[in-house]
């Protein structure tokens, strides 16, 4: 056998570049991966066929003769490449290319930090970008336009909160969108207003469109430098699957292009945005995308909105907010409109995922999953429907989750970004069925994980760490915010790679790396499950391979 053991800097190279288009035996790995059944195996020898797949996996000595090329893994740890079950591609790659706010202290700090990218871009039309989060902030309000006019008052400034359900507008902007005291709020959105009744600037939810209608959108060349982008920082980060909560009509033309060329290295599995309805009406008609690209993109779910988000008060809940008697937050449609839209998804053959937040929107799209049980029987149940974030429960729905047969689909640093105000949303009570991945594992739930980047930061170690400790970077509060809804090692594991799969209809393809599964896999510097959860943090992946060839190697 031809065997290969270089080392480059200390980093491992296959000869002859990334492709094992015949085969690979890697050797003297310390492997690891679940099984079907979610324990864990531990190999040091993995075979790839020619065709992507690996062939067997365990003691070296134990798999079958062959003259394929080897690599030697140098002990390093070999585990399966990680499944991000909510991302955004696109939007992580324009993110990386525009103003964020994310880690400015205060609000002055993000005031010159918007002076500063305007003043360096003289020629822009408009001045956008995101990331501002005034809880972070301790601001105890929303920002004004007012205040945004010190950085920029001749040309129209948009910035997204960090979560995506709230915008800050200038003045400029307010104008151009002709958005005045006497503009009135949308149906599932919000005009933040003084006192005197005029707009302050930041609009909620549905409002955003007043603005965002108005703003430039990317051409062909930009979505292609954004998924370049992206891909480039999720596979190295050993992210090979994302599931892209939001797929647009162009990100989809987009990705059959490139997955038809076979020019996606990372696989994306979509959701196509139920609020276009063009786009929604074309795929009814076609059906969903099923493994273009040799398993590279994949469209065969819908994206819908029951509500917004906590930290701009437009999660909708049962109750009033405990810091804000005065309001519950929004739902988005009513629930004969939105059980409408699942029934049309779910009848043309697309798995329906709808955003819920608050307990209110989690109860309205838990009934509508338990409607479409009752009204298609296992034809609605096989799809394998999910609600996104599933972050305020009211307890008593908690088993609702298992008996509909609806993933949870989480996110683990969700928790530890909003534990700073979360308890002062909900209160004492609600907070119990908050973030609460254990009772919803103990009531029969699936788990799929993620991190809603760019919303978050896109590490996939970060979120094993939030999983396992519930605590914030620099390890507080120490001990966990309410640890008992920590997540074990092995259970964190699980929610990253076969729950993820499952929720994608990909467990037979990814998530393991058992005979059969294509050969999606990571080398990196230590082991997950034994190592200190803190040294999560300092993970490297030192390579990634999707379907047996090389994508991702560290620089020497």
Not at 38 to 61: H, S, Y
Not at 67 to 91: E, N, Q, S
Not at 422 to 429: M, N, S, T
Not at 509 to 522: E, K, M, S, Y
Request: overall charge neutral; proline content about 5%; charged content about 20%.
């Amino acid at each position: 056998m031809r065997t290969t053991r270089l080392f480059a800097a200390g980093l491992l190279v296959l000869a002859g570049g990334a492709a094992a288009a015949q085969g690979l035996l890697v050797h003297n790995a310390r492997g690891l991966t679940l099984d079907e059944r979610g324990r864990v195996i531990r190999f040091d020898a993995l075979q790839i066929g020619a065709d992507g797949r690996v062939q067997a996996i365990g003691r070296l000595t134990e798999l079958p003769p062959g003259d394929l090329p080897r690599l030697d893994a140098g002990g390093r740890v070999l585990m399966p490449g990680l499944i991000d079950a909510h991302g955004h591609v696109l939007a992580l790659g324009a993110a990386r290319r525009s103003l964020q706010l994310r880690d400015t202290a205060d609000l002055p700090a993000a005031l010159d930090a918007v002076r500063s990218h305007a003043q360096s871009r003289p020629q822009a039309a408009w001045i956008t970008g995101g990331g501002w989060n005034q809880a972070a902030w301790k601001l105890g309000r929303f920002p004004t336009a007012a205040e945004l006019d010190t950085a920029e008052s001749a040309r129209p400034v948009w910035l997204s909160r960090v979560d995506g359900h709230a915008g800050w507008a200038n003045s400029r902007a307010l104008a151009l969108a002709g958005i005045t005291r006497d503009t009135p709020g949308p149906a599932g959105g919000r005009i933040e207003r003084d006192a005197a009744g005029e707009p302050t600037g930041v609009l909620v939810d549905a409002a955003m469109g007043l603005v965002e209608r108005h703003v430039p959108g990317e051409d062909a060349a930009e979505l292609a430098a954004s998924l370049d982008t992206a891909e480039r920082e999720l596979l190295a980060l050993g992210i090979t699957t994302v599931h892209d909560a939001g797929i647009s009509a162009a990100a989809d033309q987009l990705l059959r292009q490139r997955a038809s060329a076979g020019q996606l290295r990372l696989r994306i599995y979509g959701m196509a945005r139920g609020s276009d309805e063009d786009f929604m009406a074309r795929l009814r008609a076609s059906g969903p995308v099923l493994q273009a690209g040799d398993g590279h993109y994949t469209l065969r779910a819908v994206k819908l909105f029951a509500d917004g988000a906590l930290g701009s008060r437009g999660a909708a809940l049962l109750a009033p907010y405990t810091d804000a008697p005065g309001t519950r937050g929004l739902l988005f449609r009513s629930d004969p409109e939105l059980l409408a839209q699942m029934r049309a998804a779910a009848k043309a053959g697309f798995q329906v995922n709808v955003h819920a937040i608050g307990d209110a929107a989690n109860r309205q799209a838990l009934a509508g999953f338990e409607t479409l049980a009752r009204e298609m029987g296992a034809r609605s149940t096989a799809l394998r429907h999910r609600i996104e974030h599933a972050q305020v429960i009211a307890l008593p729905d908690l088993p609702r989750f298992a008996r509909a047969q609806v993933i949870a689909s989480v996110q683990p640093t969700h928790a530890t970004s909003d534990m700073n105000m979360a308890e002062d949303r909900v209160g004492p009570q609600r907070i119990q069925g908050a973030y609460a991945w254990q009772r919803l594992l103990k009531a029969g739930a699936t788990l799929a994980c993620g991190s809603d980047f760019p919303v978050e930061e896109p590490s996939p170690w970060a979120g094993l760490y939030a999983a396992i400790t519930r605590e914030d970077a620099a390890g507080k509060p120490v001990g966990g915010w309410y640890r008992q809804q920590a997540l074990t090692p092995v259970q964190a594991l699980d929610c990253f790679t076969r729950s993820a799969a499952f929720a994608g209809h990909a467990e037979k393809d990814v998530g393991l790396l058992t005979p059969g599964h294509r050969a999606d896999f990571i080398l990196v510097d230590r082991d997950p499950l034994t190592a200190s959860p803190a040294a999560l943090l300092k993970m490297r992946v030192l390579q990634t391979w999707v379907g047996g060839r090389r994508v991702h190697a560290l620089d020497p």
